[in-house]
């Protein structure tokens, strides 16, 4: 007997695509499913996918259409960065969906890439379906990606804290000597970011280059606050502080606690701390500095009503 419930929420947890033995589990036949196919209400994805509506062009839809047409894929390298939200990296809408399989003589469609493996990678169940973690995808993305693109994605992942430093170092170290692909590359880019990630007076120079460049006006550098605390940067009037963060990722961590203190006493005097890191400036200047133009422009309006 046909199950229409369990239709709509295949439909629904599965981004609009099912496989043809799921179908037939919800009281389909064969031949019931070549009939909604050949009158346009469903759309067949390759031999045992289908699509309950239109074939789902977001990424989310492919990849579940690949881990159906592929029994126990995993999602992982590019498209997993992209389903994990990783910062930096390039737009994948329409790059081959990525997949891994221990099955050597799997077969995947025309739009998947298959990485055969010998071992299941590390995953976890986002969305509905197989994901590498985020240790496991960096690993993988270490192993494809141009070394200025990954160094993009993983410092900007530490500094916007999708994951914890420690727990990345430890990954390498168990990882190390087993012939893990994107262990050197993630070995040698953590030996050079153990170092200062750009100096100080480096990251203070491009910011305001860049700041002026844009029509910005600088504020008052180096300024002594009413609570005992030295400020990088102070725009008086909208009362907004700026601080530059180029410090190594052990740093960053360590003090994270500290600048949230120092940022909360800050706002106790009704000031707004907005943090320039190194990965903002070499990577994401433009998008920076966009935000900071807003944050000056809504303080100024708030502190315009203020003053009416």
Do not use: C
């Amino acid at each position: 007997m046909l199950d229409e419930a369990a239709l709509r929420e295949l439909a629904a947890t599965q981004h609009g695509v099912a496989s043809r033995v799921q179908l037939q589990q919800a009281g389909l036949t064969p031949r019931a499913i070549r009939h909604r196919i050949a009158t346009g209400r469903w759309v067949s994805i390759g031999r045992n996918v289908v699509a309950l509506g239109p074939v789902p062009t977001d990424i989310w839809g492919r990849a579940q259409a690949g881990v159906l047409a592929v029994p126990s894929a995993t999602v992982s390298h590019r498209t997993a960065g992209a389903l994990h939200g990783l910062p930096g990296l390039s737009p994948a809408t329409r790059a081959p969906i990525d997949l891994s399989t221990t099955v050597l003589s799997a077969v995947g469609p025309a739009d998947v890439r298959l990485f055969r493996r010998t071992h299941r990678p590390r995953f976890q169940h986002l969305g509905g379906m197989a994901i590498t973690t985020v240790p496991q995808t960096l690993f993988d993305l270490a192993a494809v990606l141009p070394v200025e693109e990954l160094d993009r994605v993983v410092d900007l992942s530490l500094a916007q804290r999708r994951l914890p430093l420690s727990v990345l170092e430890l990954s390498v170290e168990e990882l190390s000597g087993r012939g893990v692909r994107g262990t050197p590359a993630l070995r040698h880019l953590l030996a050079s970011r153990r170092s200062e990630g750009g100096s100080e007076s480096e990251l203070e120079r491009l910011f305001l280059e860049g700041w002026t460049a844009a029509g910005g006006v600088p504020g008052r550098q180096q300024v002594q606050m009413p609570w005992h605390a030295r400020v990088d940067h102070l725009w008086d009037d909208e009362m907004v502080i700026g601080e530059n963060d180029s410090r190594s990722w052990h740093t960053r961590e360590r003090d994270f606690d500290s600048d949230r203190q120092r940022d909360a006493e800050a706002a106790s005097f009704g000031y707004l701390t907005v943090r320039i890191t190194w990965g903002q400036v070499k990577y994401d200047l433009e998008a920076t500095l966009v935000r900071l133009a807003k944050i000056l422009r809504v303080r100024a309006g708030m502190a315009s009503h203020t003053s009416t």
